[in-house]
C-alpha cells in the first residue's frame, strides 16, 4: 500500500501544473444523512448490533491553492457526523431470551487533510493528490444503568483523492464529483461527493449535492464496522 501511495505521489508531482494565482476558499453546510449498518458489540450475543439512524451534522472546510511549482495545494475539512437513538435488540447477552431497546450512540466524525494538484484547470478542472482521513469518534451501546459497551475510534486513514469539476460558462454554476477511496486487507473505506455549486462575482456562492460515505474496518481501533452515512447537504461558501 505504501508503494502504491508513493508512486502515485511521484505521478502527480511529476505531471503537476502551478496554479496561476493565489486563492483561499472557505465554507459550510449542513449534511443530513442516514446511518445505517453494523457495529461490533458484546451487548449483544450476535456480538454486533445493526443500526438505522437518521441525524445531522455540519461540515466545515478551508482549502489553499497557490502558484508554486509541484508543492500541492492543501485542504482541511472537518466533519461532524454523529446520530443516536433507540435499537430493539433481542439478542441481549445479558438477558437471553428477551427484547430490549437500547440505547445507540455512534459518533464517526473525522478531518479530512487533502494534498493535491490541479492537473486540469480550465472550464473542465481536475484535482488528483492523497487524504489523510483521521477518525476521532466512537460507539456506544447502554441500557439504563445496567449495560454499557463503548468501542472507540482514534486512527488514520490515507485515500486517494480526485475532483473533477465542469464550469458553465458565464453563469457562476459548475458541476463538480470527488471522491476518496482506500482498500487494503479487509478494510474498504469510500468517501464520494457531487454536487452542484454557485460562485458569485464577488466570491459568495452556494452548494447543494448528494455525499455517500461507507466505513468497512476491521479492528480499527476497538471498532469493527459495517456503516453507509448517506445523504443530501447544502451550504455556502466563499472563494478570494
Known sequence: MKKVILSAVL????????????????????????MAGSINSDISSSDRVDINFDDGGNVF???????????????????????????????????????????GDIDFSHT???????????WLNLDLGLS???FDGYSDF???DMLDDRSDLDDWVPMLYGK????????GFSIYGSVEALSFDSNDVTDFEVGVNYESKIGLGGVIGYRALSVDL??????????????FFAGINFHF
Open 11 to 34: 505521478m502527480l508531482s511529476q505531471a503537476a501544473m502551478a496554479d496561476t494565482v493565489l486563492g483561499f476558499y472557505a465554507g459550510v453546510s449542513s449534511w443530513q444523512h442516514d
Open 61 to 103: 472546510y478551508a482549502a489553499l491553492e497557490h502558484p508554486v511549482p509541484f508543492v500541492p495545494n492543501v485542504k482541511i475539512q472537518q466533519n461532524n457526523v454523529q446520530a443516536e437513538g433507540l435499537i430493539n435488540i433481542s439478542d441481549v447477552a445479558a438477558f437471553p431470551g428477551q427484547s430490549v431497546d437500547i440505547n
Open 112 to 122: 479530512d487533510l487533502m494534498l493535491y494538484y490541479e492537473v486540469l484547470d480550465n
Open 132 to 134: 489523510f482521513k483521521y
Open 142 to 144: 447502554y441500557y439504563q
Open 164 to 171: 473533477g469539476q465542469v464550469d458553465l460558462p458565464f453563469t
Open 218 to 231: 476491521v479492528n480499527i481501533g476497538d471498532l469493527t464496522s459495517d456503516l453507509k452515512i448517506d445523504g
